[in-house]
């Protein structure tokens, strides 16, 4: 695993452990929910620079890094998705994959049949955002390895933690008299920028290698580095 030291809450840091190779992260404790949001657009760019690269499937056992107790498969619910990891049962923390990660995050919805139709329009195969298997779209818009729908990252929700990152990063908003002109300004642009990116003719052929979560992911990375 590679490590990422990332910004907490309170002025603390985290140190987060991901597996590129089977995409995903060990978060010690509650680590994951002490994330700012500065810190959760760090993993965004981790997850969106490997979305294309070849994954490997994690085994069906899995033991804790830090106590080698087996790891106990926990299923979950934020809001009204669903999302799993497996823990370790001394709670030494947990691993989730990347697809998961953004589950729980609620960063991520079911395409609609529009948006699946459109999708089929353009592409024949895509790879399962989930665990990486084609999906033919010609046979149906679930994944028959892992049974996942087909699902993308949710543009919305993502504009919104990109939003609160700005405003947390203003250092002088409590002086600066052009502070609201200057965050509506900033709205707009993050809109404008996102609606680019959805209509991408990029995102198709993105879509198809790194899944339909992973295009957008990949889109995000490549705007927020511009910035």
Partial sequence: MTEHVLDAHMGTAVTIDACIACQA????????????????????RVIGEQAAAARRPLATSSRCPRC??????????QRNTRFEYRRCPKQHGRLITF???????NFIKPLSAAQVADLR???QTVNCSNCGAPIDLARGSACDHCRSPLSMLDLKQAEAV???????????AAIDPAVAL?????????????AQFERSPSWYSDASAA????????????WLSGK
Avoid: C, Y
């Fill in 121 to 123: 329009a353009h592409v």
């Fill in 99 to 105: 697809f998961d990660f953004l589950r729980e995050k």
């Fill in 182 to 194: 200057n965050r509506e300004r900033a709205r707009r642009e993050v809109e404008r920028s996102f």
């Fill in 211 to 222: 899944g339909t979560v992973g295009a957008g992911l990949m889109a995000l990375g490549r």
């Fill in 25 to 44: 992260f060990w978060f010690d404790g509650r680590e994951s929910l002490r994330l700012t949001p500065a810190s959760t657009l760090r993993l965004f």
């Fill in 68 to 77: 080698a107790a087996g790891l106990i498969v926990t299923r979950d619910m």
């Fill in 162 to 172: 990109v939003s609160q990152l700005r405003e947390a990063d203003r250092q002088d």
